[in-house]
């Protein structure tokens, strides 16, 4: 069970208790946990159906195909993905049997790899980006107002810097 979304089992005031979420804190929770759960869902149906892999890897071609020579180290394509590197190494394992990426070997570090986007890579994106673009539109932002649409960019911004921390040691995804 989710702690956020225990229900408490009666109100405390006691300082190490937990801050159990309000009513309203609770229907928004869950509001937005139902709505995340259906549109990743939804975005990985229909990339499953128009290209044969799920929405995680087609983030990793799409920072791949932005990236200077469609290539990125390992390590730093794990950090934008948010990912762990095994994660990351899985991904890249199954895109390489696709023939849509190729790693190269670091010659400034022997332990160090890169992620290539090949050029059949690239031609799976170019042909699947309309659809994907047309499922996000038509699942999120033809939803919304475009008032909407900036709170949501706003709120998402804050929640996205306070959970990334900067300090040294933290203990991010990328970094396990």
Not at 63 to 88: D, F, N, Q, V
Request: net charge positive.
């Amino acid at each position: 069970m989710n702690t956020a979304s225990a229900a408490p089992p009666a109100p405390s005031a006691r300082a190490d208790e937990p801050q159990w979420l309000t009513p309203e804190e609770q229907r928004v929770w869950r509001s937005y946990l139902h709505a995340t759960t259906l549109l990743e869902d939804h975005l990985d149906r229909q990339l499953q159906r128009d290209a044969g892999m799920p929405h995680i890897y087609y983030g990793l071609v799409v920072t791949l195909a932005e990236a200077p020579g469609r290539r990125l180290r390992m390590t730093e394509l794990a950090k934008k993905a948010k990912i762990t590197r095994s994660r990351l190494s899985h991904a890249i394992a199954r895109l390489e049997k696709s023939g849509w990426v190729r790693r190269e070997d670091c010659p400034s570090d022997k332990r160090g790899q890169f992620a290539v986007l090949t050029d059949a890579g690239l031609e799976v994106l170019r042909r699947t980006a309309p659809g994907h673009v047309t499922a996000v539109r038509q699942a999120l932002f033809d939803r919304l107002s475009p008032e909407q649409q900036k709170s949501l960019g706003e709120i998402m911004k804050i929640v996205a810097e306070g959970l990334q921390p900067n300090e040294a040691g933290a203990d991010l995804p990328w970094q396990r």
